[in-house]
């Protein structure tokens, strides 16, 4: 996801982060450099080196931070980074089940009944445009026993 503008908000001690799904809000207290009212922020700029996918700031004192957008949607909890997350976290743990196992990745792919190739892309931590149905059916291949806790999240 790219970011279109920053700003920040010295009043509500936020940068407001626009993309072109909308608007997050990032306070300054998650921030590894925290910007106080001694040492305020006085530039804050898309950061064209990241692929416009992350913002740096300036703070009087001259120290700068640098944010990517993972960190915004994760303190945001927005819900498609989130569903990637469990995607993603799924797919290192089959990764490292891979690994353990005695199973070549030619009797996968045929336990799976797909190719190679396929099996590949699946083990690829970045497509997310694989479905979590085949990352739960590549898991079960893989002798694992696959169960969801759903819990209450706590408010941020």
Same mark, same amino acid.
């Given at each position: 996801?790219?970011?279109?503008?920053?700003?920040? %908000?010295?009043?509500?001690? =936020?940068?407001?982060? *626009?993309?072109?799904?909308?608007?997050?809000?990032?306070?300054? =207290?998650? /921030? #590894?450099?925290?910007?106080?009212? #001694?040492?305020?922020?006085? %530039?804050?700029?898309?950061?064209?080196? @990241?692929?416009?996918?992350?913002?740096?700031?300036? /703070?009087?004192?001259?120290?700068?931070?640098?944010? *990517?957008?993972? *960190?915004? &949607?994760?303190? %945001?909890?927005? !819900?498609?980074?989130?569903?990637? +997350?469990? +995607?993603?976290? @799924?797919?290192?743990? =089959?990764?490292?089940?891979?690994?353990?196992? !005695?199973?070549?990745?030619?009797?996968?792919?045929?336990? +799976? %009944?797909?190719? !190679?190739?396929? +099996?590949?892309?699946? /083990?690829?931590?970045?497509?997310?445009?694989?479905?979590?149905?085949?990352?739960?059916? /590549? &898991?079960? =291949?893989?002798?694992? #026993?696959?169960?969801?806790?759903?819990? *209450?999240?706590?408010?941020?």
């Amino acid at each position: 996801m790219k970011i279109t503008k920053v700003s920040a %908000n010295n009043r509500k001690k =936020a940068f407001e982060v *626009h993309t072109r799904k909308g608007m997050y809000s990032m306070p300054y =207290a998650v /921030l #590894e450099v925290v910007p106080s009212s #001694e040492d305020r922020v006085t %530039n804050v700029s898309v950061d064209r080196e @990241l692929g416009n996918e992350g913002f740096t700031y300036r /703070l009087e004192s001259g120290i700068e931070g640098t944010v *990517h957008i993972d *960190h915004v &949607l994760n303190y %945001n909890q927005d !819900p498609n980074y989130m569903a990637d +997350l469990v +995607l993603y976290k @799924l797919t290192v743990e =089959a990764q490292n089940r891979l690994e353990q196992s !005695p199973i070549s990745l030619r009797q996968l792919a045929r336990r +799976l %009944n797909t190719s !190679p190739s396929q +099996l590949y892309r699946l /083990l690829d931590t970045t497509n997310y445009k694989k479905s979590v149905r085949n990352m739960l059916n /590549l &898991l079960y =291949a893989l002798d694992c #026993e696959v169960d969801f806790v759903v819990q *209450h999240r706590e408010a941020v």
